[in-house]
T-cell receptor
Framework: GENVEQHPSTLSVQEGDSAVIKCTYSDSASNYFPWYKQELGKRPQLIIDIRSNVGEKKDQRIAVTLNKTAKHFSLHITETQPEDSAVYFCAASGSDNDMRFGAGTRLTVKP | DTGVSQNPRHKITKRGQNVTFRCDPISEHNRLYWYRQTLGQGPEFLTYFQNEAQLEKSRLLSDRFSAERPKGSFSTLEIQRTEQGDSAMYLC????????????FGSGTRLTVV
């Protein structure tokens, strides 16, 4: 089955700096890669996603890149703000549609 | 709120007792998923349904766990003879069938086994 690894486990940046979180996946059949943000005590919420036919997608300060050959994808947050502080999870799913998640990255944005 | 609804939000039970959780997905979503999340970890896949059919079960789902979605709408997850290691957040999510989109998660049921 799919195995998703995520790095780093914790990330601390200064407000205004950029943050990058990286994930790798094992199943070459995976074709959908969402990112979720989870604040303390709350449900994971989808913030951006990318499909295997696209190499990059951007939504305001958030962007995701995908390298199918290397089987890795990354989340980029620019101009970070304190409210970006949360745990971020990457995930991957294939044709069977059951999604596997990374272990998460705790992002702290210092004001 | 017309999102995914889970009940109860919190459950404290004694070891050895049975517990049942309920999930009401977004009404037009065919697929329903159960995940377990422990502190500091990502959600771990347990099982999923397409309509009323249970299509996949993780090895994490021991014989003490059973999930149902009898009418293809709400789902229940039952844990029999609970153990302390079952303490976790149990998340339900739903999605449409095709194309694949991100899941919508419920708020979860936090289980504490004492």
């Amino acid at each position: 089955g799919e195995n998703v690894e995520q790095h780093p486990s914790t990330l601390s940046v200064q407000e205004g700096d950029s943050a990058v979180i990286k994930c790798t996946y094992s199943d070459s059949a995976s074709n959908y890669f969402p990112w979720y943000k989870q604040e303390l005590g709350k449900r994971p919420q989808l913030i951006i996603d990318i499909r295997s036919n696209v190499g990059e997608k951007k939504d305001q300060r958030i962007a995701v890149t995908l390298n199918k050959t290397a089987k890795h994808f990354s989340l980029h947050i620019t101009e970070t703000q304190p409210e970006d502080s949360a745990v971020y999870f990457c995930a991957a799913s294939g044709s069977d549609n059951d999604m596997r998640f990374g272990a998460g990255t705790r992002l702290t944005v210092k004001p | 709120d017309t999102g995914v609804s889970q009940n109860p939000r919190h459950k404290i039970t004694k070891r050895g007792q049975n517990v049942t959780f309920r999930c009401d997905p977004i009404s037009e979503h065919n697929r329903l998923y159960w995940y377990r999340q422990t502190l500091g970890q990502g959600p771990e896949f347990l099982t999923y349904f397409q309509n009323e059919a249970q299509l996949e079960k993780s090895r994490l789902l021991s014989d003490r766990f059973s999930a149902e979605r009898p009418k293809g709408s709400f789902s229940t997850l039952e844990i029999q003879r609970t153990e302390q290691g079952d303490s976790a957040m149990y998340l339900c999510a739903s999605s449409s069938l095709v194309p694949t989109y991100g899941y919508t998660f419920g708020s979860g049921t936090r289980l504490t086994v004492v």
